[in-house]
């Protein structure tokens, strides 16, 4: 009995120098830029206007239906809420923001860690750490300031907390009331969060014989959080636009089995996708064959989302829409490697150590090359600084200005912004601009070739009001009101 304490004592130090020095390295490339990514201007909108007092939902970015895919008009409050910490605290520094983020994550693959303990034996589950601390798309998307790694955090807390409920210990109470807090939390992060509260539901039925009432308290508190942000927070219930489109199913399961692929990169002579292949039969035997029935909650959270994402598809976000179930499908991967070791009396923890060792062996021609160590200067970059603050001092602060990126442009300007149409005309793009208001348009070296084009040559704009560096501020044409009636 010493002896397995002394393994698991030995093992949760491991996995705390991992995770402390995981995010000692995310420290020393973190930077204060930041790329043209839109998202994080507007939670910082958010987070501004609640240390200001404000309401939350006057960030300036006015949603444009015809380009939907820019944002929703108003994000969930929790991520917000978090980056008044550093806000609050150190002011805009970029770099600190990032800092919470990569605590976030860094927490996140350690409760990770104690959630696969007993899926994945002790001497297995600490490969998670590094398989996930260490993969080139997560350490790049360290450098953006976005809900999705803090979601995580939130989402096996809940995952973690649930687990210990079910485990029939003397806490069932306090472990299903945590369970259900950090479920509303994840909720409040990112609208997919959602889906926890079937988890919980599955998990009150599935438990009800050995718990009782007790199991339903992860669920009621899950509905009293959600309900609190949302009183709290009533313009933040809108979330991203939804778009379901089943006639699109084989393609968007064809862009989500490329997306889990890409998480392995392709790697010399293609081992990451050789990886990835066989994984999928792994993933497949760890589900299959296991017996623990505390999974049930892992798997319910696996098929909903993954259907979530095959009926809404990927949006092309890519990875980051696949991150939330990639965790679990490691522990499954882990998993059916143990269950094959075993089968042929071969050592499970040297094979799972050596399938380990391959994972990040793909991983090091991306991880010399530095790509993670820093961000594009993007809007910080000094002639984006140039054009926004042009944009302050001739536009009216009253008016609305047309950008490419109209929450980056309402965050550096405090002008109000909306997303510029999706159209093949630049005429019937102005006329549209006009008849919402809109006299303002701010051109740039990354807008549509189409609308380069129409710029350089002032097509259909009056004359240019400043132009500097790529980028061109206009005033919309008066003589267009004739066309709005057409």
């Given at each position: 009995?010493?002896?397995?304490q002394n393994r698991t004592g030995s093992q949760y130090i491991l996995a705390l120098t991992l995770c402390i020095a995981g995010l000692l390295f995310y420290f020393s490339f973190l930077d204060s830029y930041h790329d043209w990514g839109d998202d994080f201007a507007q939670y910082i909108l958010h987070a501004q206007n609640i240390l200001e007092g404000k309401n939350y939902a006057d960030t300036g970015y006015i949603f444009n239906p015809e380009n939907a895919i820019i944002g929703p008009s108003v994000y969930p409050p929790v991520f917000p809420l978090l980056l008044c910490i550093p806000i609050g605290i150190f002011g805009m520094d970029i770099y600190f923001i990032k800092g919470l983020i990569a605590l976030a994550f860094s927490l996140s693959l350690f409760i990770i860690f104690k959630l696969s303990l007993a899926d994945n034996g002790r001497k297995y589950a600490i490969w998670l750490i590094p398989i996930l ?354």
């Amino acid at each position: 009995m010493n002896h397995v304490q002394n393994r698991t004592g030995s093992q949760y130090i491991l996995a705390l120098t991992l995770c402390i020095a995981g995010l000692l390295f995310y420290f020393s490339f973190l930077d204060s830029y930041h790329d043209w990514g839109d998202d994080f201007a507007q939670y910082i909108l958010h987070a501004q206007n609640i240390l200001e007092g404000k309401n939350y939902a006057d960030t300036g970015y006015i949603f444009n239906p015809e380009n939907a895919i820019i944002g929703p008009s108003v994000y969930p409050p929790v991520f917000p809420l978090l980056l008044c910490i550093p806000i609050g605290i150190f002011g805009m520094d970029i770099y600190f923001i990032k800092g919470l983020i990569a605590l976030a994550f860094s927490l996140s693959l350690f409760i990770i860690f104690k959630l696969s303990l007993a899926d994945n034996g002790r001497k297995y589950a600490i490969w998670l750490i590094p398989i996930l601390g260490l993969n080139p798309f997560i350490l790049k998307f360290l450098q953006e300031i976005m809900s999705d790694l803090p979601f995580i955090l939130f989402l096996y807390l809940s995952l973690y907390f649930l687990r210990k409920q079910s485990e029939r210990n003397q806490r069932q109470i306090l472990y299903g009331i945590l369970a259900g807090i950090f479920a509303g939390i994840a909720a409040g992060t990112r609208i997919p969060g959602y889906i926890l509260g079937a988890v919980l539901l599955v998990y009150s039925f599935q438990n009800w014989k050995s718990l009782k009432l007790n199991s339903a308290i992860p669920l009621v508190s899950f509905l009293i959080i959600s309900a609190a942000l949302l009183i709290a927070f009533p313009d933040s219930g809108e979330g991203y636009p939804m778009e379901i489109n089943m006639g699109n199913l084989i393609t968007n399961t064809v862009d989500l089995g490329r997306t889990y692929f890409a998480f392995f990169g392709k790697g010399l002579f293609y081992l990451g996708w050789t990886i990835a292949l066989a994984s999928i039969f792994f993933i497949l035997k760890g589900i299959i064959k296991t017996k623990d029935e505390n999974r049930v909650s892992f798997f319910v959270f696996l098929i909903l989302y993954l259907t979530l994402l095959l009926i809404w598809g990927m949006k092309g976000h890519g990875i980051r829409l696949l991150l939330p179930v990639i965790p679990i499908l490691l522990i499954f991967f882990l998993s059916g490697v143990q269950s094959f070791a075993i089968k042929f009396m071969l050592n499970p923890g040297l094979v799972c150590s050596f399938v380990g060792l391959i994972i990040l062996l793909n991983y090091y021609p991306v991880l010399v090359q530095g790509k993670h160590s820093s961000s594009e200067p993007g809007p910080y970059e000094s002639n984006a600084r140039q054009m926004f603050s042009a944009v302050k001092e001739i536009i009216p602060p009253d008016e609305t200005v047309a950008f490419f990126k109209p929450r980056t442009m309402a965050y550096f300007s405090s002008r109000n912004s909306i997303g510029l149409d999706k159209t093949e005309s630049l005429e019937v793009l102005l006329v549209r601009m006009q008849k919402r208001g809109v006299h303002y348009f701010v051109c740039s070296p990354f807008d549509a070739e189409l609308i380069k084009k129409s710029c350089e040559t002032e097509a259909m704009i009056s004359t240019a009001l400043w132009n500097q560096n790529n980028y061109k501020i206009f005033k919309i044409d008066q003589s267009l009101r004739s066309l709005s009636n057409k």
